[in-house]
């Protein structure tokens, strides 16, 4: 059983707090990843597990064992850095089958190992090369190998898919997902990209400014965030937001955005006008929550076309109210020119509310 825990870490450098009374449990085998924008403290939380940073506060629980005095080569974790170093002089076979020759295994395990992890990265071919003779892409390929030949009870990755090539990247995410969830390592995977950790994590933490804002299973972050960070972090493209007042009229639900306003179902409003009154909001719309109608009717929007992205079996179309731009996702392929005036429909059901920053409903 290899769960790894954090109880109330802190970490600062100077003024700034890196990791700001971090706590979670990850359990044995899963696939837990690390999400958040640049410097929200992912790469020093990841550290602190590894031991390469001391917290300043705090404990780490490795296997349920306080682990904080126990130096990084004694806690059974392998890493992967976006910096990965591989030894250049040896060949990429050497690279892998190095870190196993210490383990005391027979030349024959070593070498089904290596030949398995290769083949599992693609480096199959590349075995006889050195690092300098490799692309960014294949190097990171190789240093991803020489950590999982060992095997490790804890597998800590860093933006390890980092360099690759858009094509590449989408391979081996689902690669990684399927080569843990076989081997059954423990692994936590530190991304700013919310697709990556949604496709591959079981669970996700999603972290700004050193402190977690949610952890869930990428649904559950999707469905239900906890808050307008998480909001507009996960999902592409994001959530639509804008202002609103959120008032009560001849015993209507309604939010006032000035240019628009909704009209909200009667359960949904008694549930924001019990939690706050009538009061300023912020109301959150998914692009793919938002239908484009050919009639007037409740809740439609008149807007204006403002530049179309095609995606394939998808359409983004970004269309302008007022001061705001919404983005819209559409099944298929749909033509529109700029400046075309169309009418707009949020699902008013699957409509977020926000206040202080914190979800409504
Ligand atoms: P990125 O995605 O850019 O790698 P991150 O989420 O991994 O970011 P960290 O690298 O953990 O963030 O950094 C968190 C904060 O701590 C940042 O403000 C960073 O500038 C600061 N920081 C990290 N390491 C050090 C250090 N050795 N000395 C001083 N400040 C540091």
Known sequence: MADVELRNVTKRFGKTIAVDNVSFKVYDKEF?????????????????????????????????????????????????????????????????????????????????????????????????RKPSQLSGGEQQRVALGRALVRRPSVFLMDEPLSNLDAKLRVYMRAQLKRMQKELGITTIYVTHDQAEAMTMGDRIAVMNKGKIMQIGRPYDLYNKPANLFVAGFIGSPPMNFFDAAFKVVNNEYILDAGEFTLKLDKEIGRIILEKLGETDVIVGIRPEHIDIVNEKEENTIEAEVYVIEPLGAQTVIDVKIGDYIFKILMKGQLEYRIGEKILIRPQINRIHIFKNGKTII
Do not use: C, W
């Open 32 to 128: 837990f990843v690390l999400l958040g924008p640049s410097g929200s403290g992912k790469t020093t939380t990841l550290r602190i597990i590894a031991g390469l940073e001391d917290p300043d506060e705090g404990d780490v629980l490795i296997y349920g064992k306080v682990v904080n005095d126990v130096p990084p080569h004694k806690r059974d974790i392998a890493m992967v850095f976006q910096n990965y170093a591989l030894y250049p002089h040896m060949t990429v076979y050497k690279n892998l089958s190095f870190p196993l020759e210490n383990m005391g295994l027979s030349k024959t395990e070593i070498d089904r190992r290596v030949k398995a992890v290769a083949e599992m990265l693609h480096i199959s071919h590349l075995l006889d």
